[in-house]
Structure formats: structure tokens, C-alpha cells
Nanobody, 127 residues
């Protein structure tokens, strides 16, 4: 019902920047919340940012606060994750997700609250 397509991943040196994009297709009315998650090898998936698409409220996890920002372009049904001052620890597969729910607080970072997922885009940060 909702298809999510991520792009923008790649390899960058520490201190560099990348911008990830996530375009939503299909029943976009089911995308009340859009989130970005990441999963490094051997680690659990971690929520890093979310946005309430209706009003634009944003949520950034403490682990990336001050370096990552999330934004949206409603006309394009696209959400962005701007990642600055990247560190090797940011190396992971990054996933976009969508939820039809209205989430609050830490629920924004819980993958179980999201129904739709993209295929992921790899981010590699070298030292």
C-alpha cells in the first residue's frame, strides 16, 4: 500500500556529509510518521530520526542530535535525512519507514510502530 524508496547513501570520510532521501508512493495518507532507522553489522536496528508529516514536528535521537536533521517536501512525498559531521560509528544500512499512527516520544524510534519499510541504503564512513 505504501512503497518507500531510499537513495543518497554512499561512502564518505569522517567529518563529511550525506543527504538521504526517501520517496513515498501509493497510499501516502498512511504516512503520518516517517522515520529513519539504521542497522550496523551485529547490532540492533536503531531509530535515529522521525517526522510528523502533518505538521512537520521532528524528533532526533540523542545519539545523532546536533549532527542529523530530518525534513520533508510534501509536494514530492519525500523525507530527507541530512547527516553532517559523520563518524565511522555512523556506518550502517539506513532504512526509511512509515507509520499510519500518530506517535509520541520514544515511540517514534520503535520499529514495531512502523508498517512500511524501504529497502535500505548503505552509508559507510571511513576514518
Amino acid at each position: 500500500q505504501v512503497q518507500l524508496v531510499e537513495s543518497g547513501g554512499g561512502s564518505v570520510q569522517a567529518g563529511g556529509s550525506l543527504r538521504l532521501s526517501c520517496a513515498a508512493f501509493g497510499h501516502t495518507y498512511s504516512t503520518n510518521y516517517m522515520g529513519w532507522f539504521r542497522q550496523a553489522p551485529g547490532k540492533e536496528r536503531e531509530g535515529v530520526a522521525a517526522i510528523y508529516t502533518g505538521i512537520g514536528s521532528t524528533y532526533i535521537a540523542d545519539s545523532v542530535k546536533g549532527r542529523f536533521t530530518i525534513s520533508q517536501d510534501n509536494a514530492k512525498n519525500t523525507v530527507y535525512l541530512q547527516m553532517n559531521s559523520l563518524k565511522p560509528d555512523d556506518t550502517a544500512m539506513y532504512y526509511c519507514a512509515a507509520s499510519p499512527r500518530v506517535l509520541s516520544g520514544d515511540y517514534c524510534y520503535m520499529e514495531s510502530k512502523y508498517n512500511y519499510w524501504g529497502q535500505g541504503t548503505q552509508v559507510t564512513v571511513s576514518s
